[in-house]
């Protein structure tokens, strides 16, 4: 029996992710990590309702992952964000169509690779995986192929999502207080970038970390 | 008797499409817009009117209007609306047919286009046929998705009885149904890809291409314009309302969901703003891009 | 003792940040340096139990990582009571809280037995190092910071995603698992070796970033070359020794699980790249706080081709630690001197220290040595331990023949830059320059440990780093 749920909320992560490829507007892409990080959180849950018990531990990963990565992420990014009045992604280093059709590329070798590493237990989805993989390219390729430095950091995010997918294969492994202490990081994280781009902005007038090459050999 | 009943509905039904579109679009705009009938008013207008055809043009302007809509039709022939209706022709690989008839279709208006001679037909018909060229991939993904999931080539196995694939499928058929929605609205040349009703020289695409033909040729392309727009909206339809049930409700449910269908594209059309030229590649190879996703999905589901 | 250890730096930190005076801020650095250097001599003598139902012991190997972590941290908060006085004005109490929280981040790193844990120790550790580096609030700076964020948080992530992966392996029949070290050294050969594979593929490109092995060495030129070089040293001779003992539980679990041949190959190959790329980058080089950074992508290199040849490599390899923190001590403390006192960070910009600034002048050149592996000191004594592991196996002369070329290119490369900043003539009228004590004394201190571990190993540090290597072998 699949899980009907899990499956909806899997793919709506990923769609998300796809679609902030594709768009220009740095708001748009800081929102559409929002999303998907709510749909993230929602998997913890929905993994467990199969079996039909709701343990403690799933509604802590709900609720510190609704509280750091659907709020509290989003409202740092967005405030530093107004400080910088960028609002759009003007020159990336690819296309938007191009980076899209990248995108799309790394998602089959996503699926292709997940067939290569088959899990020793049945995931609760067999989705989990190759979306969790997906996640992680699509993340990189913002990383590398866009110039605003508050995309960058939304890129790391999504790349951050999809390593939380896969950590919830084995819900159990790591202790509460590490878990803690991992969001607790990416938050930590996210507000010291947040810092430097306010800073970048004010030292240099952008936040095209493009532009930051006095730096090498 | 159930073959004269789908031939009905395939002839009768599809101006009803835009008609109702044009109302949606009117309500949005505090209007009260044009009646819904409009479209068979203005189709038996332009029949009872003679043609006038530029000096330039050859036979091949003609014909553009004729094989465009012979297509058309012959294409519609592949297509089930449902369970108690199977398509009048069926057989394996049926939906490689259709899709290139809608090709074929295009292919035709688009030499009548340019046998015209005008460089503003020209420009329409380089655009029509760059956009669709993009369009095509995330229609053929769609079809092969679709086709993996149901393990057929033929449009009446895939699109008719009941839908069990949902349930395993479901996520997949969503990201299915967006694609086939961008497609459609793409190839009927609708908001946010092209305005039908807008004749501005700089922003039109197909459009552009029909402005020389006038009289039954026009009736003819309106008819075929309605008929393509019911096709692809049909295939939505039916992967969307997977429901079977006897045959008059049947027919009801299915004429429903085309209505359904017509009032989301009303809806689109008055909610989103027309895309600036150089950002509708994108958008189609974002649907694209959903449709392999979705047949990303399916093929690890077929084949556990 | 151990929770004393564990929790004075982050105390401290608390205090540090309270409305007091700089100059308290720097004694509160100094006493807890200091009683942390005091306190982990003293795990030497007496190994500390566990805390916190065993996430957090101190075994062999984290105790030979802590040790020169603390000596390093002592070192540097004397000499920074020099450095600060000469620098521009501005408030210490971050700088001075991110000191010790990241003091306190590396000793939990040394001490977790978790790998969870561990990694968020040295994401900690990475995310206080950023205000570190963006101390002298320049354009330039900045712009280190920021690379240095992005790509370390991307390196850090592929070494969770690596944990995982990990855990994944280590699935056991009813569907639990585990990331505690022992259990997964235990678990040996019922790990799955695809996910296994992988794992220490990203843990090695994680932790990898955040040593600084090449390719993902992008950020250590710039951090280094703009963070203020006490900071730089601090770095270079604690925070990569800590990353690389992530590597290294990573190597001991693959050794364990049977997989040693696997690791050892892209662990050899990783190390030969790096010095390739360190010395390609060294010759020529302009700026000598970057000539360091390369430098010290040098010795990352070394550290993690070493630890590719079994037992005899991982001695090599965990002596190799000790002395790449002290050396790293001497050097970037030393450099910290020139740039106050010559202003400029440009190799063509310093001349004539040995005249003008001569015990700043001294410790360059015993750096400079120290650093080449030049006999009397300790990085000889390593450098040579991994070279004989290397050519032990039987198998091919070819690591350990590039290996030997490339330490000589750079030594070649090294001298030839730093030597006539030492030597040099500069115009007569230019006197000497002042050189406070505070700066001078601990990479003194520094260069005399250098000195003595590489004439003499004292048998209980020989014992650890033996006990230390042959977790490393497996079985």
């Not at chain 3, 100094?30 to 003293?42: D, K, N, Q, T, Y």
């Amino acid at each position: 029996m699949t899980n009907v749920a899990l499956d909806i909320a899997l793919v709506l992560a990923l769609v998300l992710g796809i679609a902030s490829l594709g768009t220009s507007r740095l708001g748009a892409a800081i929102r559409y990590f929002s999303m998907q990080a709510a749909c993230v959180a929602m998997v913890p849950l929905l993994i467990e309702t199969r079996s039909g018990e709701l343990s403690i531990h799933a509604w802590f990963l709900f609720a510190a992952t609704m509280v750091l990565k659907v709020a509290g992420v989003p409202y740092f990014l967005n405030r530093s964000l107004r400080e910088a009045s960028v609002r759009t992604e003007i020159e990336p280093l690819i296309g938007f169509g191009t980076t899209l059709g990248i995108g799309g590329g790394l998602v089959a070798l996503s699926f292709a690779l997940a067939r290569q590493l088959p899990l020793p237990q049945k995931p609760a989805s067999d989705l989990l995986i190759p979306i969790a993989f997906s996640l992680l390219m699509i993340g990189l390729l913002l990383i590398v192929s866009r110039t605003k430095a508050v995309t960058q950091v939304v890129g790391y995010l999504i790349m951050e999502n999809g390593i939380f997918l896969f950590g919830l294969i084995l819900i159990d492994v790591f202790p509460y207080l590490i878990e803690i202490g991992v969001l607790l990081d990416l938050f930590v994280a996210v507000f010291v970038m947040g810092i430097v781009i306010f800073h970048i902005n004010r030292a240099f007038d952008h936040i095209d970390s493009h532009q930051l090459d006095s730096l090498k050999d | 008797m159930r073959t004269a009943l789908h031939l009905a509905i395939l002839m009768a039904f599809p101006p009803l499409l835009p008609g109702v579109i044009n109302r949606v679009k009117a309500a949005f705009a505090g209007r009260r817009g044009p009646p819904v009938l409009q479209l068979y008013f203005d189709l038996w207008k332009l029949l009872r009117k003679g043609a006038v055809y530029s000096t330039t043009t050859t036979w091949i302007f003609r014909a553009g209007p004729v094989v465009t809509l012979a297509a058309l039709l012959v294409a519609a022939l592949l297509l089930p609306l449902g369970g108690g209706l199977p398509a009048p022709a069926a057989f394996p690989g049926d939906v490689v047919l259709f899709a290139y008839l809608l090709g074929a279709g295009r292919f035709a208006t688009v030499l009548a286009a340019l046998d015209t001679g005008s460089s503003f037909e020209g420009m329409g018909a380089s655009r029509e046929v760059t956009f669709a060229a993009l369009a095509e991939p995330a229609l053929f993904l769609s079809i092969a998705g679709l086709a993996l999931a149901r393990g057929t080539l033929s449009w009446t196995a895939m699109l008719s009885g009941q839908m069990p694939a949902w349930h395993l499928y479901g996520p997949a058929f969503a990201m299915l149904i967006g694609a086939l929605i961008l497609v459609a609205l793409a190839e009927n040349s609708r908001i946010p890809f092209d305005d039908p009703n807008t004749h501005l020289e700089l922003t039109m695409v197909h459009e552009v291409m029909v402005l020389d033909h006038s009289g039954p040729d026009f009736a003819l392309i309106l008819y075929g314009a309605s008929i393509k727009l019911f096709l692809l909206g049909a295939i939505i339809v039916r992967l969307a309302f997977p429901f079977e049930a006897s045959i008059r409700a049947h027919v009801a449910l299915f004429l429903a969901g085309m209505i359904v269908f017509a009032v989301v594209v009303g809806l689109v059309e008055s909610t989103f703003a027309r895309l600036r030229m150089n950002r509708i590649p994108q958008i189609l190879i974002a649907a694209s891009v959903f449709a392999a996703l979705a047949m990303a999905v399916i093929l690890i589901r077929v084949n556990a | 003792m151990l929770a004393t250890l564990l929790l004075l730096p982050p105390i401290a930190a608390a205090v540090s940040l309270a409305k007091i005076s700089d100059r308290l801020r720097l004694q509160i650095l100094r006493a807890a340096a200091f009683v942390h250097l005091g306190l982990s001599i003293a795990l030497w003598m007496r190994p500390g139990g566990e805390l916190f139902g065993g996430f957090v012991s101190l075994d062999a190997v984290g105790l030979l990582v802590l040790s020169p972590t603390s000596a390093l941290f002592a070192g540097v908060s004397v000499y920074l009571g020099g450095y600060l006085a000469r620098a521009e004005r501005r408030s210490h109490r971050i700088f001075i809280a991110a000191l010790l929280v990241l003091e306190g981040a590396l000793t939990l790193a040394c001490a977790s037995q978790h790998l969870g844990l561990f990694w968020v120790a040295l994401e900690t550790s990475t995310l206080v190092s950023a205000p570190l580096i963006y101390f002298h609030h320049t354009g330039r700076a900045l712009e280190a910071t920021w690379k240095y964020l992005i790509v370390g948080s991307v390196g850090i992530a592929l070494a969770l995603l690596g944990t995982v992966f990990l855990a994944i392996a280590a699935t056991n029949p009813s569907g639990g698992s585990t990331l505690w070290i022992r259990d997964l050294t235990a678990a040996g050969a019922h790990l799955s070796k695809p996910w296994l594979h992988a794992a220490f593929v990203l843990l090695l490109m994680g932790y990898g970033t955040k040593m600084g092995l090449a390719p993902m060495h992008a950020w250590k030129p710039d951090a280094y070359g703009e963070a203020p070089p006490p900071v730089a040293g601090l770095m270079a001779g604690t925070f990569t020794n800590c990353a690389f003992l992530g590597v290294l539980r990573a190597t001991q679990i693959c050794a364990h699980a049977g997989e040693a041949k696997f690791a050892s190959s892209l662990l050899i190959l990783l190390g030969l790249v790096s010095l390739a790329v360190a010395a390609v980058f060294i010759i020529g080089q302009a700026d000598y706080r970057r000539l360091l950074a390369y430098a010290s992508v040098e010795q990352m290199g070394v550290l993690v081709f070493g630890l590719g040849f079994g037992v005899l490599g991982a001695q090599g390899s965990l002596l190799h630690v000790l002395n790449n923190a002290l050396n790293k001590g001497i050097l970037f403390l030393a450099a910290g001197n020139l740039l106050q006192l010559y202003g400029t960070s440009a190799i063509s910009g310093v001349a004539g220290a040995l005249r003008r600034a001569p015990a700043t002048g001294a410790l360059l050149v015993v750096g400079l040595f120290a650093a080449v592996g030049l006999p009397p000191f300790g990085l000889f004594i390593s450098e040579f331990m991994i070279l004989r592991a290397a050519l032990a196996g039987g198998a091919s002369a070819w690591p350990a023949a590039l290996y030997l070329g490339l330490l000589a290119v750079i030594f070649l490369g090294m001298c030839v830059a730093i030597l006539p900043m030492a030597q040099g003539e500069s115009s007569p009228r230019e006197g000497p320059l002042p050189e406070p004590v505070s700066t001078i004394l601990p990479p003194f201190a520094f260069a005399a440990a250098a000195l003595i571990l590489g004439v003499y190993v004292p048998p209980p540090m020989a014992r650890l780093i033996d006990s230390a290597a042959r977790q490393m072998g497996g079985g």
